[in-house]
């Protein structure tokens, strides 16, 4: 059974920095299509990036872009985001979503994510 778990959510400054770590289990990574979505209160939730583990494409929103980083780690299963220069408007639920390579469409659309995490709260105070 694939399982993720987010982690390293919290409150940060405006112009701080958090990384955020999704850990897999049931499935290798490295197989996977990842990404990173996130839901304010009262939002749709939105892609911010995605990864294609097989060649190491990346996609980012336009909203994040130059500000985060999607990474893996093949050896101990996990997907990360590193965030800076982190606003008010990144305050949200961030989940971490996969889908198996062979069905991967490599989009920032939710429909395209099978598997998803429980969510890791970030709250960006000015």
């Known amino acids: 059974q694939v399982q993720l778990v987010e982690s390293g959510g919290g409150s940060v400054q405006v112009g701080g920095s958090l990384r955020l770590s999704c850990v897999v289990s049931g499935y290798i990574v490295s197989k996977f299509c990842m990404a990173w979505f996130r839901q304010a209160p009262g939002k749709e939730r939105e892609g911010v990036a995605a990864?294609?583990?097989?060649?190491?494409?990346?996609l980012y929103s336009d909203s994040v872009k130059g500000r985060f980083t999607i990474s893996q780690d093949n050896a101990k299963n996990t997907l990360y985001l590193q965030m800076n220069s982190l606003k008010p408007e990144d305050t949200a639920m961030y989940y971490c979503a996969a889908v198996r390579d062979s069905m991967c469409y490599f989009t920032l659309q939710k429909g395209t994510y099978a598997y998803w995490g429980q969510g890791t709260q970030v709250t960006v105070t000015s």
């Open positions: 990864i294609y583990a097989s060649d190491g494409r990346t």
